[in-house]
Structures are given as structure tokens and as C-alpha cells.
């Protein structure tokens, strides 16, 4: 799969590179890199001397950073068992027939329609509409819902301040409705949730109310989008999952490791601590290589090799730990569900190679801005 070497999409030469010469790296702005699967897992699963915390107190031009995401226990736990219960297998696992009904409408949709983009017209909005119906909010809102995730990823700092500004009044608006008018949906949920007898606070719950909204379709949508790209690759994959069934959730995992949609993670060093022979400082940042990790070749046979066969895939794409992805379940299913929908309603389906791939602007997420296909 040549076209995943380049630096334009996943830099697999330059991770591979530095697994090798440098797994743990100290860097000019006096940070640390790491690209080994264990030096990786480490780090994502030592909170007491790896932070993801890094405010001590949550400001209101960040609410992101007040969010489960980015809080330590004993906080985190209290946090993550508010909506953990919400996420539940079982709860998760009735959605199947719903997400189904929304896939089959979506590719309804796109087979009448000669200028298919499977981003725009699947991949987004398939996720966004499970979510938003979850949180309770408009789907009439996603091309708002879109541009606010892409921002909240982004490269650029003023962006992520401003959708996080505009998000801000979005939620507080819908949330002191639901004070007054509770629905069966997760912000009035989270609106009437106790920790501890107190509620949570307004940057906590419009923070929570935004880690929802992106996570819940950033990661879908590229993890779906990045599995059109491996199967289009290689086009006898796709005939044998038509006539397998049973092997779609192992190409899912091996999308998921292959094509990671979060390619690093950063995390603050809490306590200064030795790591893989290295001193790190209190205070300094390390910068966790997920994309790197999942194509470690002392844990993967043939890492670039894509192979949805491949078992054991003890891949960390939803990372690793208490800040195990939440939606996870919901992802995966979501995936699940899609390919097989796309399996059941089209013989082939094959990417316009006529135009170029453009990663998304993100040095942590990896997805396409565009995928024009023809559908067979």
C-alpha cells in the first residue's frame, strides 16, 4: 500500500525510522517523542507519572480541557461513570438495527447520485446522526457540528479557541432548556447527573457535551473513510468479506491499527520519572506516537502489511488504560455495521483515483477531506 508511505498521508518510512534509531526522543522545545509499542502503552497506562491533565484549573475559553479527557482521578472515575453507563455493551448493542436503518437511508441516497464522496456522504453524517440523536441535538446542525470537530483537531490555535467559544454558547443554550424540560437524551442526563450530590459545573458539562459530539464522529468517520482507502487498495477484499461476513470485525481492527484515526496523544509529566533508560522532568510534555506503536514490528508480523487476518491485533488505537476510549464500542459497532451495509447494497465500490488524496489538517488525527467514489 504505497500510497500510505507518504509523508502526506501516514509517515510509516519516518516511524519506522525512528522505532528504530530513536523509540524515546528528546526534543527542542524541550518535549519528549515516543514510538515504541511499549514505551507507548507505558505511558498511556502509568496517570500517576504521565498527566493528561494539563490545566490545574478549568477555564471557561477551554472547556475541552475540563472534560474526561483531560482531568485525572479521582475526578476522571467520577466523571467517566456519569456517561459510562450510558455506553454501556448491552445499551450499545441495541443500536445495531438503528444505525443499520440510517446506513441503508445514506446509501439510498448515494445510488442514484453520480458524484458520490464517501466522506460527505457516508462517512460524516452517518456518525454525526448517531450522536447528535444520543446527546439530543438538531442534526439539522452537522455541517456546524463538522466544522466544529475538524477545528477542535485542528492545527490551528485560533480555531480551536473560536468553535470552542462558538460550542460554548450552543450547549449552555440547549442545556438550560433541559433544566427545565428534561428529555430522554444524554445532556439532560448529564444536566440532572450528581457526583459526589453536586452537579457538575457549566465548563465541565458544555465540556463534556463537546468531547461527546467530536469523539462521537471524528473517530467514525475516519476510521470508516480509512477503511474504503485499505479495501479499494486491494479489491479481492472486498469480494472476500461480500461472501465472509464473519471476517468484517477483523478488518475493522486491522483498519483501526493500519490507518489509527488518532495518530499521537500528548501527555504532561506529573512526576519525574525514568523511562526506557531516559530521565524526564516534572512538568515537561511527552508526545505519544499511537500511529508509530500500532506498526511496531517487534508486535506485529509484517506491520505494513495490511492484513485482516491478522491475530492477535493487540493494536492501541483506542488507546490504553483509564482513558481507554468511551466510545469504542460505539465505533466499532458503527463500523461494523456501515461495511456491511455497503456489502449488502454494492458489488464493488472504487475510489476516482483521478483525485489526489489530501489528509485532514491534523498532526494528531488521521483522515481524507474527500473520497469521490463510483459505487458498482
Not at 441516497?109 to 452517518?126: H, T
Not at 430522554?184 to 457538575?200: F, M, N, P, T, Y
Request: aromatic share 8%; net charge negative.
Amino acid at each position: 500500500m504505497e500510497w500510505l508511505s507518504t509523508e502526506e498521508l501516514i509517515p510509516l518510512q519516518w516511524y519506522r525510522r525512528m522505532r528504530a534509531e530513536s523509540p524515546l526522543i528528546h526534543t527542542e522545545d524541550d518535549a519528549w517523542s515516543c514510538f515504541s509499542y511499549d514505551a507507548v502503552k507505558t505511558v498511556l497506562t502509568d496517570y500517576e507519572h504521565f498527566s493528561s491533565q494539563f490545566n490545574k484549573e478549568p477555564s471557561p475559553k477551554e472547556p475541552i480541557e475540563s472534560s474526561v479527557l483531560r482531568i485525572d482521578p479521582p475526578r476522571h472515575k467520577q466523571m467517566r461513570t456519569l456517561v459510562s453507563k450510558v455506553f454501556t455493551p448491552k445499551a450499545i448493542e441495541e443500536m445495531a438495527a438503528h444505525i443499520a436503518n440510517i446506513a441503508g437511508s445514506l446509501l439510498d441516497e448515494m445510488a442514484g447520485n453520480s458524484d458520490c464522496d464517501f466522506v460527505r456522504d457516508f462517512a460524516s453524517p452517518l456518525p454525526i446522526m448517531v450522536i447528535a440523536e444520543m446527546l439530543g441535538i438538531p442534526y439539522r446542525d452537522q455541517e456546524r457540528f463538522k466544522a466544529w470537530s475538524d477545528a477542535l483537531v485542528g492545527n490551528d490555535y485560533d480555531q480551536y479557541l473560536r468553535c470552542q467559544e462558538e460550542m460554548s454558547v450552543y450547549f449552555a443554550a440547549i442545556a438550560a432548556e433541559r433544566r427545565v424540560h428534561p428529555q430522554q437524551d444524554l445532556i439532560s442526563k448529564l444536566v440532572h447527573a450528581r457526583v459526589d450530590g453536586e452537579k457538575l459545573d457549566e465548563v465541565e458539562l458544555i465540556g463534556f457535551c463537546m468531547l461527546l459530539l467530536v469523539a462521537g464522529n471524528e473517530t467514525t468517520t475516519n476510521l470508516l473513510s480509512s477503511a474504503m482507502l485499505c479495501l479499494d487498495e486491494r479489491p479481492d477484499l472486498y469480494s472476500e468479506l461480500a461472501a465472509d461476513r464473519t471476517l468484517v470485525p477483523p478488518t475493522v481492527e486491522e483498519v483501526l491499527r493500519y490507518c489509527s484515526p488518532v495518530q499521537a496523544m500528548p501527555r504532561r509529566v506529573a512526576k519525574s520519572t525514568e523511562l526506557f533508560g531516559q530521565q524526564l522532568s516534572e512538568g515537561q510534555y511527552v508526545n505519544v506516537w499511537i500511529g508509530s506503536a500500532n506498526h511496531d514490528e517487534r508486535v506485529f508480523a509484517s506491520p505494513e502489511m495490511f492484513d485482516i487476518r491478522r491475530k492477535p491485533n493487540p493494536h492501541l488505537a483506542f488507546g490504553q488504560g483509564i482513558h481507554f476510549c468511551l466510545g469504542a464500542a460505539l465505533a466499532r459497532l458503527e463500523a461494523k455495521v456501515a461495511l456491511s451495509a455497503l456489502l449488502n447494497r454494492f458489488r464493488m465500490v472504487r475510489r476516482d483515483r483521478s483525485v489526489p488524496l489530501e489528509r485532514l489538517d491534523s498532526s494528531i488525527i488521521f483522515g481524507v477531506k474527500r473520497l469521490p467514489i463510483a459505487l458498482m
